[in-house]
């Protein structure tokens, strides 16, 4: 019989108290975010099955009830003020209460590559699979082959949601960015610009699409088209260096994400650029940096939790009722505007 992996054999394994590693596991207390990811990662490699908030059975009559598993395939594990690590915190939640669990699967390069699916992973024990921060589109693919139901939150930009076996979960990000843009050319901005990557992911390319239109009605084009692209936000040097080489900045920056935004004020605070006296700067995704950083980010607000708890309703009605149409759902956003593009008329 497979031995059950503790929270002790994840320290043993780290050279970590078994404090600190149950901090990282249930997402509590203060604890650097590097030890928390090495955590995270080291859990699902030792195959640690994660039910956090299963409650223990109140009666001898529940004590022999089966826990089934679902299992979380993602490029990159959720960490920090990530609206994912909220969302997982939630899902698993609603699942326990449901008597299912959840098991984490990293996927790593070489399994993308070779359209592996991850150490560890069970198929046959496997009732149901959430894809989070999952970008790759062949991999998608792979994954709509094994016949598991199937929920992404957020997919690959240019995934056929039409055409994949699965149901998908989004934050509205069209709208919102469009309404964030229009609003800030009604208050007299003509040359604006987004920063990040459209092709990262569906969302980020929903919001840039969500610019352009905003930009079209206006009957206005892009600004600084070298900030839409990944490689300028590879390091803090090439952002700056990409500062110092843009002739005329522009008035706006709306960025793909808070983190972009955060990168971005940085390097202009280093070229003696002020915001929002020089120029404005907005984000999306109303992380906690968004309202610490000086000046606090103008951005939009994902219901991050409340997302967690849709998507485990998803899953766990696709696993009840199979034959159920595919959904493609969008939760709605909210507009937050903060210091960091001035005093608006709204």
Do not use: W
């Not at 699942?95 to 992973?121: H, W």
């Amino acid at each position: 019989m497979e031995k059950k992996v503790t929270i002790q054999d994840i320290a043993d394994e780290l050279g970590l108290s078994r404090n600190t590693v149950s901090k990282a596991l249930n997402n509590t207390g203060v604890l650097a975010e590097e030890t928390r990811q090495r955590v995270l990662e080291k859990a699902a490699e030792m195959g640690y099955r994660r039910f956090i908030y299963l409650s223990h059975p109140s009666s001898s009559s529940e004590e022999n009830v089966e826990i089934k598993e679902l299992a979380l395939i993602t490029q990159n594990m959720p960490y920090g003020s990530h609206f994912g690590t909220y969302a997982l915190n939630t899902f698993q939640e609603k699942i326990s209460r449901n008597n299912y669990r959840l098991s984490m699967f990293p996927v790593r390069d070489t399994e993308i590559s070779s359209l592996q699916l991850p150490k560890g992973f069970n198929k046959e024990k496997t009732a149901g699979i959430l894809c989070l921060e999952m970008f790759d589109p062949e991999y998608i693919e792979m994954l709509d082959t094994l016949g598991i139901p199937l929920l992404f939150i957020d997919t690959a930009a240019d995934t056929d949601m039409t055409q994949i076996r699965a149901d998908f979960l989004l934050m509205e990000n069209h709208l919102s960015v469009y309404n964030l843009t229009d609003t800030l050319i009604q208050n007299g901005y003509r040359n604006l610009a987004f920063a990040g990557e459209p092709g990262h992911c569906r969302s980020f390319n929903e919001r840039y699409q969500g610019f352009m239109h905003a930009l079209s009605d206006n009957m206005l084009t892009p600004a600084a088209s070298q900030f839409t692209g990944r490689t300028v936000f590879d390091s803090p040097q090439d952002l700056e260096e990409a500062i110092s080489r843009t002739m005329q900045l522009p008035d706006v920056f709306v960025c793909a994400n808070d983190f972009v935004a955060i990168d971005l004020i940085h390097a202009l605070k280093k070229r003696g650029i002020r915001i929002p006296e020089d120029v404005l700067v907005t984000g999306f995704d109303n992380s906690t940096e968004s309202r610490i950083i000086d000046p606090h980010l103008t951005t939009v607000d994902i219901p991050s939790s409340k997302m967690g708890y849709i998507a485990a309703d998803m899953l766990l009605s696709r696993i009840k009722e199979p034959d159920t149409p595919y959904r493609i759902m969008h939760v709605r956003t909210t507009l937050k505007f903060r210091e960091s593009t001035g005093e608006l008329k709204l």
